[in-house]
């Protein structure tokens, strides 16, 4: 049972809008920051978003994170087919002392 | 560029211990907290453990409290994850990934992970 609460998939077509939402509480995502990554099963996880709704240099502007209260979430624009892979959002929890993920969600592009 | 390469994973008997290395280069070590991420066969990403940049703090997943030490050598340019009193269930693929200047700002890079299998 993951601290963050993930959908475990999503789906949409190419050239879609799809969101996959995060959930915690005040201890992780209510008082700091979401960071989401892509994660290509085998390969290192890439980082999509810091900092709630930042993007590093070289990710698309398709990618948008957005943050409100203990919930947070990512958009995935004109969707295509080389985003289907995993996606994972992480937070510091400050009564863990650590971080904490969600559980995943596996983006399916139909 | 920044660069993470960890060594020490393979397959050892419930009960054992393993040492991973992880080795980074392109920016200098002793400014940045590090942390191991570990993902189990079919599961999601777990974070393991963190350490702070000057080396004083140190957190544990309640998972491997006890179990697992975190240290680091900066004169080296290496993080030290030692895992005693293996169990099966610590069987997984880790990864050693870069902070910020404290614990819980960011994780990024990641190395491209080391594969630890506890099994009889």
């Known amino acids: 049972q993951s601290v963050l609460t993930q959908p475990p998939s999503a789906s949409g077509t190419p050239g879609q809008r799809v969101i996959i939402s995060c959930s915690g509480s005040?201890?992780?995502?209510?008082?700091?920051?979401v960071y989401w990554y892509q994660h290509v099963p085998g390969t290192a996880p890439k980082l999509l978003i810091y900092?709630?709704?930042q993007r590093p240099s070289g990710v698309p502007d398709r990618f948008s994170g957005s943050k409100s209260g203990t919930a947070a979430s990512l958009a995935i624009s004109g969707l295509r087919s080389e985003d289907e892979t995993d996606y994972y959002c992480a937070s510091w929890d400050d009564s863990l002392s650590g971080w904490v993920f969600g559980g995943g969600t596996k983006l399916t592009v139909l | 560029e920044v660069q993470l390469l960890e060594s020490g994973g393979g397959l050892v008997q419930p009960g054992e211990s393993l040492r991973l290395s992880c080795t980074v280069s392109g920016f200098d070590l002793s400014h940045y907290a590090m942390t191991w991420v570990r993902q189990a066969p079919g599961k999601g990403l777990e974070w393991v453990s963190s350490?702070?940049?000057?080396?004083?703090?140190?957190y544990f997943a309640d998972s491997v409290k006890g179990r697992f030490t975190f240290s680091r050598d900066n004169s080296k340019n290496t993080v030290y994850l030692q895992m005693n009193s293996l169990r099966a269930d610590d069987t997984a693929i880790y990864y050693c990934v870069k902070g910020g200047n404290t614990t819980w700002s960011g994780l990024d890079p990641w190395g491209q992970g080391t594969l630890v299998t506890v099994s009889s």
């Open positions: 900092r709630n709704n």
């Open positions: 350490i702070s940049a000057g080396g004083r703090s140190r």
């Open positions: 005040d201890s992780n995502i209510g008082d700091n920051y």
